[in-house]
Each structure stands twice: as structure tokens, then as C-alpha cells.
């Protein structure tokens, strides 16, 4: 094999395998299992969109994310639109730091693979869970629905 050969080949390696480790990231993530849409709207009033994993837990849908725009968001404004299952609903979105096993061992069941190979590429540590409380607007204010 000639010299230019080899360098192209090298190049063709340390360019594709990070290629392939990507689309491989965004395949398990969005293949097979529910992605919900989760919309969010800052302080200036700006929206945005993420695709998210999503477990049900003590009556609740709890999301989860690390240093993420959406995360931002609702510190800003707390309530969100989830479409879930073709349906569109709003919620209060709670953020409940600290260590919560019990959600990560529900993402490993009902993801498996996939919640394994973001694990071993971004492991579990800053991840902050969300609950996702039902809201609805009385008198213009905010208020949660009693359950």
C-alpha cells in the first residue's frame, strides 16, 4: 500500500469512526422506544424544542438532562408542553436535584441498549431529574391540578 494510501485511509478512520459513534448516539436514542417533545419558552419569550427520554414514576412523567438549553429554560419559566403519544398537554416542570436510582434503573429497563451506551458516554453524574406536574390556568394564575 503506497504512502498516500495509508494517510487517506488513517484520515478515512479518525474522520468516520467519530461519524459513526454519533449517528450510532442518535439512532438508539431516537429508534424503537418513546421520545417525547418537550417545549419550552424563556424569559424572552423564545421557544425550543428537545426530544427527550421519558419514565413514568409515583404518578408522575419525569425527564432528565445536564447543563441543557431546556434546562435553562425552566428555571425561567417552569411551565412546558410535552407531546407525548400524539397528544399535547402542559405541565409544571419541577427539577429535582440529587441522586434518584430508582429513575435511572426505569430508563435502563424500558431503553436498555440504548440507555447503556449514553450512560458509558456521558455517565449519570449532573443529571438533574425533572417532574413533570399536570398544570392548568386558573384566573390567569398557574395552578396545579389536584389529583
Known amino acids: ?45 423564545r421557544t425550543h424544542s428537545a426530544r427527550l427520554w421519558v419514565v413514568d414514576y409515583e404518578g408522575y412523567a419525569w425527564v432528565h438532562g445536564r447543563d441543557s438549553r431546556w434546562l435553562q429554560d425552566i428555571e425561567e419559566n417552569p411551565v412546558v408542553e410535552v407531546e407525548r403519544a400524539g397528544e399535547r398537554r402542559r405541565y409544571l416542570a419541577v427539577p429535582v436535584p440529587g441522586p434518584h436510582p430508582h429513575l435511572h434503573e426505569l430508563l435502563r429497563e424500558k431503553y436498555g441498549l440504548a440507555d447503556s451506551w449514553v450512560r458509558w458516554l456521558a455517565g449519570d453524574e449532573g443529571t438533574v431529574p425533572v417532574r413533570l406536574e399536570h398544570f392548568r390556568a386558573t384566573l390567569g394564575r398557574p395552578t396545579l391540578s389536584v389529583r
Do not use: D, Q, W, Y
Open 1 to 45: 500500500m503506497s504512502g498516500r494510501r495509508r494517510v487517506a485511509l488513517l484520515a478515512a478512520v479518525v474522520v468516520g469512526l467519530p461519524v459513526a459513534c454519533v449517528l450510532a448516539h442518535l439512532a438508539f436514542i431516537e429508534i424503537g422506544k418513546e421520545v417525547v417533545v418537550l417545549r419550552t419558552r424563556n424569559a424572552e419569550g
